[in-house]
C-alpha cells in the first residue's frame, strides 16, 4: 500500500469515519457530549450555551453521521485496490468530492455564524490533499 493509500485512509477514518460516528451516537443523549463540545466550539466562546437538545437536533445529527460515515467507509474502499489500479480515475473522483464538501461545509458554516468551523474544515482539507499531492508527484497520472 502507498503512501498515498495510507494517507487517504487515515484522512477517511478520522475526518469521516470518526466524525460521523460520533455525531451519529449524539442522537442518543447520553452520548451527545463530545459533539455538543464540538458545536460550543464552533460557536465561539465557550459557553456551553450550544447542544443537541432537540429531537429536531438530534435526527439531524443522526442523518449526519450516517451519511458521513457511508461517504468515509467508500473513501476508505476506494482508497485501497481501485486507487492502485486506477489512480487517474480514482484521484479526481476523491478531489472532486472532498472540494465540493469543503466548499459547501464551509459557506454554509459562516452562513450558519460559525466561521471558525472553516479553520476545522481547513485541517480535514489537509488530511486529504496532502497525501493525493504526494501520490500524483510519485506516480504522475
Sequence with gaps: MTSEQKGLRFAAAVALIGFGLACALAAYPPLSAPTALLLDLVFWPLDG?????????????????????????????????????????IRPTIL????????????????????????ANLVFLALFLVPMLRGRRAYPA
Design 96 to 119: 472532486t468530492a472532498v472540494l465540493a464538501w469543503f466548499g459547501l461545509d464551509s459557506f454554509a458554516s459562516f452562513l450558519a455564524g460559525a466561521p471558525i468551523n472553516v479553520a
Design 49 to 89: 450555551a450550544e447542544g443537541l437538545t432537540t429531537p429536531e437536533s438530534r435526527l439531524l445529527a443522526a442523518i449526519l453521521g450516517g451519511i458521513t460515515f457511508g461517504w468515509g467507509v467508500m473513501i476508505w474502499q476506494l482508497a485501497g485496490a481501485p486507487l492502485a489500479r486506477d489512480p487517474e480515475t
